[in-house]
């Protein structure tokens, strides 16, 4: 069964405190992981797709990287306005749709 | 990123009625999906619709949900006789192509059962 675990749970970052947000994945052939960020009562804002391992993206602040058993989002020196849920999903094997884990919530204190 | 118009934003309803989400889809865009997200847990899927017809349903779309695009534009997704445990933000999403990964979510509807 595909599962996907993201940690923490919840962050809180002093305002350019630099850190990484983790999301393991265990899927049978994986064909793209993917990140967004969610605001409360909004929709998740999509950030990247990445598809195969050793693969790196970056957005401002956040970079994303993929290995084969997991995906980092890192967050240099961020600020107020990163604070978010950031979901991670993956697409995989035959399915056509995601498959969510349950989120990191961070909140950057100014 | 563009964005998706969905309607109402938010809608509550008595147990056992009829309700009927709306989605504006973007243009060009082939597949289309609706999610749901219970307060405080992840997004799961529920139905994937391409051609017309659905291509994909996970365990939670049952007999009381029902998807479609009854004019051409608009995106739909119908629960018969909601239940107090139908509460949740319904989501809907596009993708443009098949190879195309891209995901498109939208602003979200929040059902409330009482």
């Known amino acids: 069964e595909d599962q996907v675990t993201q940690s923490p749970e919840a962050l809180r970052l002093q305002e350019g405190e630099s850190s990484s947000l983790n999301c393991s994945y265990t899927v049978s052939g994986l064909r793209g992981l993917f990140w967004y960020r969610q605001d409360p009562g909004k929709g998740p804002e999509f950030l990247f797709t990445l598809y195969s391992a050793g693969e790196e993206k970056e957005k401002e602040r956040l970079k994303a990287t993929l290995t084969k058993k997991e995906s980092f989002l890192h967050i240099t020196a961020p600020k107020p306005e990163d604070s978010a849920t950031y979901l991670c999903?993956?697409?995989?094997?035959?399915?056509?749709?995601?498959?969510f884990g349950t989120g990191t919530r961070l909140t950057v204190i100014p | 990123e563009p964005e998706v118009t969905q309607t109402p934003s938010h809608q509550v309803t008595q147990m056992g009625q009829e309700v009927i989400l709306r989605c504006v889809p973007i243009s060009n865009h082939l597949y289309f999906y609706w999610y749901r997200q219970i307060l405080g847990q992840k997004v799961e899927f529920l139905v994937s619709f391409y051609n017309n017809e659905i291509s994909e349903k996970s365990e939670i779309f049952d007999d009381q949900f029902s998807v479609e695009r009854p004019d051409g534009s608009n995106f739909t997704l119908k629960i018969r006789s909601t239940k107090l445990e139908d509460s949740a933000m319904y989501f809907c999403a596009f993708r443009p192509a098949p190879g195309h990964y891209g995901y498109t979510f939208g602003s979200g509807t929040r059902l409330t059962v009482v």
């Open positions: 999903a993956v697409q995989a094997g035959g399915a056509n749709n995601l498959f």
